[in-house]
């Protein structure tokens, strides 16, 4: 069985398209049960038993054969932090030509275990990690209880967004389209098509000179539950509070970008369903805070009042030839020269992207009797046109914040960070 990839394919040659998500959980008596209910978990999935083949005409399809995959699961006796981990587990690439979507490192502590799980955007987004996790949970629970079943139970689909919703839900200008065309007949003149090798060398070219640096934070219950009090006296959401303390300290008009459920009516089994638009947060000086809140707060509004301001960029890049758009990614990067992708970029691509907020929500798992989750850390998947990128998920009433940004970038991301915390203590 196989499906054509569409909006999919913004992931295919994302050279650092890695999530990776952390689970903080007592209750399990033995390492072995989690590696089964991992192996187990993952296997109810047909986006991680998937692999992605591209044809010979640069298109790219993922083939599900219903074979039953093994996860490599790592085990370790000592905590590796965040930053040292994203930049460990960031080179080394996926072969999604042979099915390898995701991976695992069980830490195995005293009193606890963490489960690190680093999966390529290909194989689900933020909200499909969540469900995973749940599956982890769940059977790992059972395991523990003596109540597992290892049965072959029903395979959680994979629901690609085809060309044709697409097409038929965002219409594009016939400006725009007749643009598009005339990129993909330049293209077509060339005649080039991407090999999972070509990728492999980008991909090992773009690491040998980049380093990610990854900051935390934690606000605890009692911090969250004044800083919501808060936001619905002034009816701004989280999110909008966030990126007006960003807006404050970056102090020019930047274009911030936000992540939001492009098709959640879609969302029965893993897949990517997110798409991100840009948000005007200018910070007026003049006006106080929550002036400036409810400003940008009406600014997001006004944009979710339509998906197709979500999605909109899938529309684009799927009227471009596939191999074409793998070398729109790849030159955007430094990596690889090409003229007609430069010139794309120059006309469609904006200037490096200062800041991506992605909240996947409050985090909630099945009830379980034995195997409770503590904390939950999940970093949003560094785009290489992006400086910073800022995951937000809350468990336990706990708010997790995860800041992933460029060592080099121009900004001081570090103290952005830090003006977040102050701002947000001092409003709880």
Sequence with gaps: MEKKITNDRVMLDGLSMHIIASVKIKGCTDVNNLKTAINYSVNRFESLRSRVERKSDGQAYFIYNGEKVNPSIEVRNYHTDLQTLTNEQSKIPFRF?????????IEDLDGYMNIRMIEHHLGGDGKSVLMLFDEIIKNLDAIENGTFENEDKPVFPHNVVTQKY???????????????????????QNNTIFTNEDYLNIFDKYWSKNTKSVKTLKFDQKEMTKLVSI?????????????????????????????ADGLPEMREGMGNYSGGFGVDTFYDETKNFWENATSIHKNVHAILQDKKNIIFSWAMNNLLDASLYDAICFESTGCYKNEIAAKYNAIFSPKRRP???????????SETSKVK???????????TNFDCS??????????????EYNKDAAFDYESMLKNIEDQIKHLA
Excluded: H
Excluded at 97 to 105: A, P, S, T, V
Excluded at 390 to 403: A, D, E, F, K, W
């Design 166 to 188: 697409i097409e038929n839900n965002i219409p594009l200008p016939d400006s725009l389209k007749n643009t598009l065309v005339s990129f993909n007949e330049m293209w077509k």
């Design 373 to 383: 989750v503590e904390e939950m850390e999940v970093s949003s998947p560094m785009q």
């Design 390 to 403: 800022l995951c937000v998920i809350t468990v336990n009433g706990i708010m997790n914040i995860v800041m």
């Design 231 to 259: 936001s619905k006296k002034y009816k701004v959401s989280i999110n909008s509070i966030l990126m007006t303390t960003a807006a404050k300290v970056f102090a020019r008009n930047e274009k911030l970008t936000v992540v």
């Design 355 to 365: 800041f991506l907020i992605s909240n996947i929500g409050r985090a909630s798992f």
């Design 97 to 105: 030509d042979k099915g390898e979507m995701i991976r695992f490192i």
